[in-house]
């Protein structure tokens, strides 16, 4: 019989064609030719993801609850958090930056999160399976915003020049910022799209 497509893995390092088994608790598959590890336990490698998820939003609300920018405004100095930023920005006529930054720094890296730590619950759970394939739909399209937190970075950046007078606050929030955006690259590198569809329809169907 031929196999299913799903059940096919190409190595990346030396690209051969093997067939994919279901992977007892704390296992790895290896590359027969190379040694490559090719996919680990799902469950596994999903309940990593949702560690990370969870550390990241920690991260995110550190990030937003100290200042991370000193700006001058109408002659007084003000450290300013990520909202109060994006307020400001609004509030000084910087709409499209004002979207921009709201996007970048809060709604695409707060959706991620909250969306893989919702699919992690309900498939644990086994319920709202309707809602969870949608939220599993929207990480997969997710997985092209890698970029975005590069991006994030050079809207720092930019802001500083913006602001008439600015300094980034390198206090514990500029701190957060970075971990949560080398933990958030980790996160979207870890959603393997196949990955999720198989761990979902083998908690709801299987
Ligand atoms: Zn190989």
Known sequence: ???????????????????????????????????????????????????????????????????????LITGQINALTIPSMIYSLYNEDFFVVGSIVLVVLVIAPLSVML????????????????????LIAFLVISKSWEMIDIFTVSILVALVKLFGYAEIHFGLSAVALVLFVI????????IKPVELWTYYSREYCG
Do not use: W
């Open 1 to 71: 019989m031929e196999p299913n497509l799903d059940e096919l893995i190409i190595c990346r390092r030396c690209e051969t064609l093997q067939k994919r088994v279901e992977l007892p608790k704390k296992k790895v598959a290896k590359c027969i030719e190379c040694n490559e590890v090719l996919y680990r336990n799902i469950e596994d490698s999903f309940n990593k993801g949702l560690a990370f998820s969870i550390t990241s939003l920690i991260l995110f609300i550190i990030a937003n609850s100290f200042p991370i920018i000193t700006v």
């Open 115 to 134: 969306s893989y730590i919702i699919v992690g619950v309900f498939i644990k759970l086994k319920i709202f399976k309707s809602l969870t394939r949608h």
């Open 183 to 190: 933990v958030d690259i980790f996160v979207l590198k870890n």
